[in-house]
């Protein structure tokens, strides 16, 4: 049976040289692409009430580095427990297959043949100049890149790292994640 997972991406206000805590980063804007509806949305700080029913809705929540990065930082923000919400971090897999972190724009580049538009304190700039198009276009883009890699790898078994030698493949399963269910029930914590 087909599931609809969200995949998930924010960017912060603030920087871990600034805070030690996550969930003191503070949120600019999160971008997120649903498969139910097969649309991308950006969402500012004072919108993700409006993400919220959605990542309820979702079979999986997936991001690069979200476990404990994204979804540390929008606790803060969330009413409910984040933890209990199905999730699927494709850095979290690449480490425990290779035992070692491999940079988001590294996986595409080597598996789609593209990079990222930027980094993500270029998208802190954007936000303290208040340019918010530049920055949810990033954003977005981000959730982008991350849904192709993680699409790339649901085809086809396989994403790819460079190392000095040339192209390397990551052996991946991650067809569960679009065939079945976290969970045979969604974790509602939300208290409505």
């Not at 476990?67 to 971090?89: E, M, W």
Request: hydrophobic content about 35%; overall charge negative; some cysteine.
């Amino acid at each position: 049976m087909q599931k609809f997972p969200l995949v998930l991406d924010l960017e912060t206000k603030h920087t871990f040289r600034e805070y030690d805590d996550a969930q003191k980063l503070g949120i600019s804007v999160v971008g997120a692409y649903d498969y139910a509806d097969r649309q991308g949305y950006i969402y500012r700080e004072e919108e993700l009430t409006k993400l919220f029913p959605k990542l309820e809705k979702a079979s999986y929540i997936i991001g690069y580095n979200s476990r404990s990065f994204d979804l540390q930082v929008l606790q803060a923000y969330y009413p409910g427990d984040i933890t209990k919400l199905a999730q699927f971090d494709i850095l979290d897999d690449i480490k425990r297959i290779l035992g070692k972190r491999i940079g988001l724009n590294d996986a595409a580049f080597a598996t789609l043949n593209e990079k990222k538009t930027g980094h993500g304190l270029m998208a802190i700039d954007y936000f303290k100049e208040g340019k918010w198009d530049e920055l949810e276009k990033y954003c977005l883009e981000d959730v982008m890149v991350t849904k192709r890699l993680f699409e790339y790898g649901v085809k086809h078994d396989e994403i790819f790292f460079m190392n000095e030698t040339g192209k390397v493949p990551i052996r991946v399963n991650w067809k569960r994640y679009m065939e079945e269910a976290g969970t045979d029930e969604t974790a509602l914590t939300l208290p409505f």
